[in-house]
């Protein structure tokens, strides 16, 4: 079954790195306790913009993880799911929108987000990544 809902409280929006960095995303609450007990099935959208070669040139990628953290903040992150979408700039085009589906385990702390890393010079500042829970 594929899962639809959403809720608007619940969704993130960052933008994407200048240069070869990486940028980390606010926080979504789970409010998963260190019990484990998130048992709805829930998983992360992360949705990545159309970029420009002037955005991401030919070869360069922006890779995006999700992340948690017991602190809001998202201090001391672990990860939860590497490399779960990387967009590659080819063929002078830049590169296509794309978006993945995680699910998060029961036991996921409770504040999670993403990283986007830019592994070249492109400036990818004026565009927007996002995430949301789908239930």
Known sequence: MTMTARDAALSLTRALPNGAATVTSTSLDTRNSTRGDLTAHTE??????????????NGAT????????????????VTIAGSVLVQTGAGGTGAAAASKRVGL?????RYIGFTATNSAAGNASAANATAALVF
Do not use: H, K
């Open 44 to 57: 992360l959208e992360i949705s990545a913009p159309a970029l420009t070669t002037g955005q991401l040139g």
């Open 62 to 77: 922006i890779t995006y993880s999700v992340i948690g953290s017991t602190a809001a903040d998202l201090s001391n992150p």
């Open 105 to 109: 385990p029961t036991n996921c702390p």
